[in-house]
């Protein structure tokens, strides 16, 4: 459709957030940007500025206002979501035309001479269509100032995620009793994944990731239709999605008894991960969290194995601002929440991975996911 939304799959779940206050934020952070006008087309970030969870909108945010411009498909339910969060908004419902003459006639409405699009989130062709539709304003790019704020959860936002870790834990003590030699990979994915929708989930953070054996030496294996033989290690990683926040867990199991060397292997990042986990602390750069892991794995003998970085934020997304990297430059605070999940991968044996989602506060870390850490031999 020519002058299309940007469009995507609906966000499962709705319990309104005062999202006004976060408005105002995001107006601060446009002023101290010098934005005279942002244009918000990340559906996610959408929806944490105005509760909406349909599959096209846009909203274009200025210091007197906020419009928001969906098509007719979305003309109740944008009413509804975005009074029962508080969001003092004009609505606008596009035409066959789709977004371009509601955008045009705003920009010359306001008289805007500059306009910031989301740089990090927007599509190179939605980019250059926004530049001609409106060819007397100077389109900028902005850096993701939403995902900035995204980042620092609300104790609404975290309640969400530890309910979504609890279906987490209860899974992963579900399929303990169900792990046995003959059962393939993909088996027992479909069913961590069966349990936590069958249990009060929306929807899953991602695939579930389950491999046995050499195939856990990929950090991000798809299961397949390998059946487990016994005499080897099961790594998992899994989440769910509660009203629309994500949770994210890894936990590593033995079938059997695996090869000598992953008993080591195992205490090592079990070592790290309590040493990356004691570390997550408000005014610590995420760049030394990554490095306490790191620094230990790596003088065990394994840095070259520990392949991917330690951490990242979760939220809305699975995947979210800040990074536990050795190039991490954000400063953990409080109300941030992040993954700690070193791992060691060696190739043609086996790998070995422990993940917690943990919130960081004023006093001690709190770990949101709270399933047994210690080695399990089924």
């Keep these: 459709m020519t002058g299309g939304m940007p ?37 996610v970030n959408l929806r944490y500025i105005t509760g909406f969870t349909g599959s096209a909108g846009v909203a274009l945010v200025t210091p007197e206002a906020l419009h928001f411009i969906t098509d007719g498909r979305y003309d109740e339910q944008c009413r509804v979501q975005l009074a029962a969060s508080g969001v003092d908004a004009e609505i606008h419902i596009s035409g066959p035309e789709g977004l371009e003459p509601e955008l045009r006639g705003l920009v010359d409405q306001a008289e805007l001479t500059s306009l910031a699009l989301e740089a990090s989130r927007i599509t ?37 995620m530890a309910a979504a870790a609890e279906l987490g834990d209860a899974a992963f003590s579900y399929i303990l009793e169900r792990i046995e030699v003959g059962r393939s990979e ?46 080897e290690v099961v790594l998992m990683d899994f989440g769910c999605i509660v009203d629309g926040y994500c949770s994210d867990m890894s936990r590593t199991v033995f079938l059997g008894t ?36 790191r620094d230990l794995i790596t003088s065990s003998g394994y840095g070259e194995q520990f392949t991917h970085s330690t951490g990242h934020g979760v939220g809305l997304e699975i995947h979210e601002e800040p990074r536990l990297s050795r190039a991490g430059a954000d400063i953990l605070a409080a109300g941030h929440v992040v993954t700690v999940e070193p ?21 001690e870390p709190l770990v949101l996911t709270s399933s047994p850490k210690e080695l399990i031999v089924l």
């Excluded at 349990?195 to 798809?222: E, Q, T, W």
């Excluded at 992953?262 to 490095?291: I, K, T």
């Excluded at 791992?343 to 006093?363: A, F, N």
């Design 7 to 43: 469009s995507g799959d609906d966000v499962t779940g709705f319990l309104p957030h005062d999202c006004q206050a976060r408005i105002a934020s995001l107006r601060e952070r446009m002023l101290a940007e010098d934005y005279a006008a942002l244009l918000v087309t990340d559906l």
């Design 124 to 160: 190179w062709q939605l980019k250059i269509d926004i530049s001609g539709w409106i060819p007397k304003c100077e389109v900028a790019a902005a850096p993701d100032i939403i995902g900035q704020l995204r980042m620092l959860k609300s104790p609404a936002e975290v309640s969400r």
């Design 186 to 231: 993909s088996e027992i994915a479909r069913e961590i994944e069966r349990y936590m929708i069958d249990n009060g989930a929306d929807a899953l953070s991602f695939d579930a990731i389950v491999a046995g054996g050499a195939h856990s030496a990929m950090p991000h294996a798809r299961p397949g239709q390998v059946r487990l033989v016994g005499n």
């Design 258 to 293: 695996p090869p000598e060397e992953l008993d080591h292997v195992y205490e090592v990042v079990f070592q790290a991960q309590a040493a990356g986990l004691e570390g997550v602390a408000p005014g610590r750069p995420c760049s030394e969290v990554d490095a306490l892991c």
């Design 343 to 363: 791992g060691i991968y060696l190739t043609g044996i086996g790998g070995v991975r422990i993940e917690d989602m943990v919130l960081v506060t004023d006093d």
